[in-house]
C-alpha cells in the first residue's frame, strides 16, 4: 500500500503510527510543513524502512517562512528526494499571506534546479497560479494533493503529465468523485493526508488507504488488489527519472 501524503508529525504518537505503517505494509511520505520540522522528525525516520521524509515550506505557514526557513530548505534539497508540502492556498484562510505564498513557493521550484524529485503540492483556490509557476520554473511531474479545483484546470494538469494522490474525503461527495472519476488510472495515488482526516469516529492512519482502494476498484469495475499494483507501478514510475538522475536519496 501507498500513503503518498501523510503529516505523521502532527499525531500524537508519531513513532508509533509509523510504526503501525510499517507493519502494515504501507509505503508512507511522511511530508512536513517546515524545514525545522523536518529537521525534528528526521531522526526518528532512520529506524523505518519504508517512511520516505519530505522536506516542506506549506504555504498555510507562510507566516514562518522565515530567512532561516528558506535557508535551510535549500540545504535540505539535497538530503531528500522528497519534497513536500509546498503549495498555494488562496482560499480565506490564506488569501492574507498570498504574496509570501508566491514568493515561497517560486523559491521552492528554483530550489530544485530543474532536477526530478517527488514533489507533492497543495493548491487550493490556487491551482492556475500553480500550474503557471510550474510551467516557468520545474518541468517535471509532481503530485496534487487532495486537489479540489475547477476541471478546466484539472484538465491542465492532467494534459501536462503530473499526478494525483486521492484520500477518502475526496470519495465521499460528489464534486470529489467527479475529480476522482477524471483522472488517468496512470496517474492515480493513494493517501491519507492523516490526520487531518476522520474514519467514522477516529483519526485515519496510513493503511487507511485501503478505503480509497476499495472505492477506486468499485469505480474502475476491478479488484482492489488490481488497484494497488496499479498504484505501485504509478509511484514507481514517478520514481524512476529520480534514479535515473541519480538524485534518489531516501535518507
Known sequence: MLDAHCHLDLYPDPTQTALDAERAGVS????????????????????????????????????????????RFKELVAKTSFIGEVGLDFSRDGLATRDRQLASFRFVLQCLEMKPKFVTIHSRRAETAVLDLLAEEYPHPVVFHWYSGNLKSLSIAIERGHFFSVNPAMILNEKGRAIVDRLPRERVLTESDGPFINIGSRTIVPRDVKVVEDALAEMWSTEPSAVRISVAENFRQLLEPLRESGYVQHR
Open 28 to 71: 508512507t511520505v511522511f511530508v512536513t510543513n517546515l524545514p525545522s520540522a523536518f529537521d525534528a522528525a528526521y531522526p526518528h525516520t532512520l529506524q523505518f524502512k519504508k517512511v520516505r521524509p519530505a522536506v516542506g515550506l506549506h504555504p498555510m505557514s507562510a507566516s514562518m517562512h522565515t530567512e532561516r526557513e528558506l535557508s
